[in-house]
């Protein structure tokens, strides 16, 4: 390998890494998190210390400053003893000058050579600049061509396009020695960037995507085929999907975004010995891989596109199964699937419900079902993947077989009733996964989560596919003797909420002197926290107080994600006595936490107060922050969504003793809330039970009572 060592090569890649270190930008979210502490800390910093570093881009309202200078002055002012690497890694990565997609790409080259070839990577390591991203386009084009061959997604990057970055990938070889190898650095990097961007991304859980995995190979074992060799994702995104497949020997992915497809392949590649296939390019208008005949097909496909090609494409040979309208951009996806397995292949797409009805695919709908290529329809549960307020459905297709007869029968399976609370972010997926593969084993308990229907009885002139459709509907209440235990607990809690009951007692107002939170925040009366951050222990589950819980009283219902490698980052965990305040429009609502919700992470748009037991008693703390009056003078109404800040929220200056007298009054009133809220519940519950009971003879009309 030679090592260029011309002088003005030198001087050039020495103002580039000079150029890099003063591109490298941070937040005040950033410098925060550097710093830990919190944002209002750093906007202190600023108005008190006038050598603080001035604003190097962002806007007037998000500011950003260099990476550099910000490190330079936290420690001259000993408030940053040394850079955690993986922060001090992922701030290099976020500021990076071709921004952060690209910085992850070409870390990722880097990660994959040090996987494939580490002592050749240490030699260049040991290269002083610029001779150290002089050669590593040499480097990196053997093992990308390796991994991928050609043509492929993953561009081999210049020097010129890594001198910038020289800083960012020798401390990206070093994060994956702290973390326990490259996959480990790539995607503790990826989950960080994915999280700082959670709306650019359709992502596909992987619990969701582990189920598809494992339902396609459920199929493939059924047909009675070796296990799937070749896998293919024709919208790979982040490439998650293929990330769950098992063992397998190729896996090809296609993206429209280069830099999504050369990510996505990079990351499988990090991830196992498989050979990757990849390019970028509009599935739909520009297939790569019109020749291939896959084993599984494993695709999220986008949803409700319009401009899918519909005009081009009307003689393409994939439209088996009918032409598309340009409105069933999703049944476009469904036959491409088909057209690229081989005979006896299984594919498993996950589509939004709508296209199990509209009344524009059910002649397409309806040839797939008389030609065996729809095997299944699974209706998954609200929240198991976004958009999250919509129950999604995956379809099971199995490309015909000549030698093969097409089943008499097509599954419907639901598992909204195996998910109880509808609108908890908290899903069962191991009982999701077992109920799903039992019920294409034909081992579902009863027809209320799965049923075999004859094809000839689904060929109407709906076509209509939505399987609750052709499934029983469990019953809201149960038996008539159950409405009767609902009953009776129903008029117990009745009771105990008249008991429960204030009786208002009239006082003179008087003015009393009074504080904010923020004043209290600086006088160490209290603490402030915000939620939303942080990762759980591979294997451990850590629940998540959301916003939702707080807001409906009821007990943390979301689940902190796993590490993505590595260790865990740090959540704000709750602890008895602090109070929790949703910080987006939701109504006046401040929650104390209590024993059996204690050690739940704190989660998004969510603010914690942790109050001083001398100074602060937390439900005369958490009382005054339900103001009406309070809570529209510390919010902010500049935009749709009402933001409130809590630093602005005010309560009066009261002795331990008065603040405890009021304490125990809200606690009170908190104790009559949470009656209600168990009355409404119950009510409900007795109610629909009731029209259910009467509706299916289960229940008899009786005497009406007066």
């Known amino acids: 390998m030679q090592v260029p060592e011309d002088s003005a090569a030198e001087a050039t890649a020495e103002a580039a890494e000079v150029v890099a270190e003063a591109a490298a930008e941070v937040t005040a979210a950033g410098i925060a998190r550097l710093a830990g502490v919190g944002r209002a800390a750093v906007s202190n910093w600023r108005r008190r210390h006038t050598d603080f570093p001035k604003p190097v881009g962002g806007t007037e309202t998000s500011p950003s400053f260099s990476l550099a200078e910000v490190e330079q002055w936290l420690r001259e002012q000993g408030k940053l003893a040394e850079v955690p690497l993986r922060e001090r890694v992922w701030q290099q990565l976020a500021g990076h000058p071709a921004g952060t997609l690209a910085g992850l790409v070409h870390t990722g080259c880097v990660l994959l050579l040090l996987r494939e070839r580490p002592p050749g990577l240490a030699e260049l390591a040991a290269l002083p600049e610029p001779r150290f991203t002089d050669a590593l386009p040499a480097a990196l084009e053997e093992v990308l061509t390796l991994r991928f061959g050609v043509p492929r997604a993953v561009r081999t990057p210049t020097a010129g396009e890594l001198a910038p970055a020289a800083p960012l990938l020798r401390a990206a070889v070093e994060l994956a020695a702290e973390l326990g190898g490259p996959r480990q650095a790539f995607e ?202 919509i129950p999604l459905h995956l379809w099971v297709l199995v490309r015909p077989a000549a030698d093969r007869r097409p089943p008499a029968e097509a599954l419907f399976v639901d598992t909204a009733g195996l998910v109880p609370d509808a609108g908890r972010d908290k899903l069962p997926w191991t009982a999701l996964q077992n109920a799903v593969l039992d019920a294409w084993a034909g081992r579902a308990a009863d027809d209320t989560l799965a049923r075999a229907v004859p094809v000839i009885d689904l060929l109407d002139d709906e076509v209509d596919l939505a399987p609750a459709r052709y499934l029983t509907a469990p019953d809201a209440g149960g038996s008539a003797a159950e409405l009767a235990a609902v009953r009776e607990r129903l008029d117990a809690t009745l009771r105990r909420t008249l008991t429960l009951a204030p009786v208002p007692e009239p006082a003179r107002p008087a003015p009393r002197p009074l504080t904010t939170v923020g004043e209290l925040a600086r006088t160490g009366a209290l603490q402030l926290r915000t939620g939303g951050q942080g990762t759980a222990p591979a294997g451990r589950e850590v629940p998540v107080l959301t916003e939702h819980d707080v807001l409906t009283g009821t007990a943390p219902s979301g689940t902190l994600p796993e590490a993505a490698g590595g260790p865990a980052e740090d959540p704000v965990l709750v602890r008895e006595g602090d109070v929790v305040v949703p910080v987006l429009g939701g109504g006046p609502s401040a929650r104390v936490v209590d024993a059996a919700t204690a050690g739940a992470a704190l989660g998004r748009s969510l603010q914690l107060l942790r109050p001083d037991p001398e100074a602060l008693d937390p439900w005369f703390l958490a009382g005054f922050l339900r103001g009406t009056a309070n809570n529209r003078q510390a919010s902010s109404f500049a935009s749709t969504a009402t933001r409130l800040d809590v630093r602005r929220l005010q309560l009066p200056r009261l002795p331990l003793a008065d603040q405890r007298r009021h304490g125990e009054r809200y606690r009170s009133l908190a104790a009559f809330e949470e009656a209600l809220r168990l009355t409404a519940r119950l009510g409900e519950q007795l109610v629909q039970g009731l029209y259910d009971g009467l509706a299916d003879g289960s229940v008899q009309p009786g005497e009406r009572r007066s």
């Open 188 to 389: 503790f990097l990826l989950g960080r960037h994915l999280d700082a961007n959670p709306r650019q991304y359709t992502l596909t859980p992987p619990p969701l995507a582990e189920l598809m995995a494992a339902l396609a190979a459920a199929a493939t074992a059924d047909a009675g085929d070796p296990p799937a060799a070749v896998l293919l994702d024709p919208a790979s995104g982040t490439g998650g999907l293929l990330r769950a497949a098992a063992r397998p020997a190729v896996l090809a992915v296609q993206d429209a975004d280069p830099e999504l497809a050369a990510l996505s392949a990079l990351r499988l590649a990090l991830h196992g010995d498989a050979d990757i296939r990849s390019a970028a390019g509009d599935t739909l208008r520009a297939d790569a891989f019109p020749d291939l005949r896959a084993d599984t097909v494993l695709a999220h496909p986008p949803f409700n596109e319009r401009a899918w090609g519909h005009d081009e494409l009307a003689y393409d040979p994939r439209w088996e199964y009918g032409f598309p309208a340009r409105t069933e951009s999703e049944l476009a996806w469904v036959q491409h699937a088909l057209a690229r397995l081989r005979d006896g292949g299984t594919a498993v797409l996950l589509m939004p419900p709508a296209v199990a009805s509209r009344r524009s695919g059910r002649r397409i709908r309806a040839d797939l079902l008389r030609r065996g290529a729809l095997r299944a329809v699974v209706a998954l549960p609200a929240g198991a993947a976004p958009p999250y307020g």
